[in-house]
């Protein structure tokens, strides 16, 4: 079985900075996009960032210039560094991944963690 665990998020002030993490784990041949998605209360769940196995990465226009993507294949981990934080960046975050295994490709969701910025 495949997992997503997410860590570092937490509360923070505006103009502040995170830095999420997202490790895989498991039985697996290799993972191909991986991606950060939120969810704020009353909201929909709502993609920011992407990073594909070939090193392509893609923004949300509200966190363009602010939050950057990054990858470590060695360690299975993705990365959102989130600078210049706003109150309306508060939401749980999710790491989503596709991942080869055997024959298939299939989609997982970490539990996400929660990012709260204060004003």
């Known amino acids: 079985q495949v997992q997503l665990v997410e860590s570092g998020g937490g509360l923070v002030q505006a103009g502040g900075s995170l830095r999420l993490s997202c490790a895989a784990s498991?039985?697996?041949?290799?993972?191909?996009?991986m991606r950060w998605y939120r969810q704020a209360p009353g909201k929909q769940r709502e993609l920011v960032a992407a990073f594909t196995s070939s090193g392509s990465t893609g923004y949300a226009d509200s966190v363009k210039g602010r939050f950057a993507i990054s990858r470590d294949n060695a360690k299975n981990t993705v990365y959102l560094q989130m600078n210049s934080l706003k109150p309306e960046d508060t939401a749980v975050y999710y790491c989503?991944?596709?991942?080869?295994?055997?024959?298939?490709?299939?989609?997982?969701w970490g539990q996400g963690t929660q990012v709260t910025v204060s004003s």
């Open positions: 498991g039985v697996f041949f290799s993972i191909d996009v």
């Open positions: 989503n991944a596709d991942i080869r295994g055997g024959a298939f490709m299939r989609n997982y």
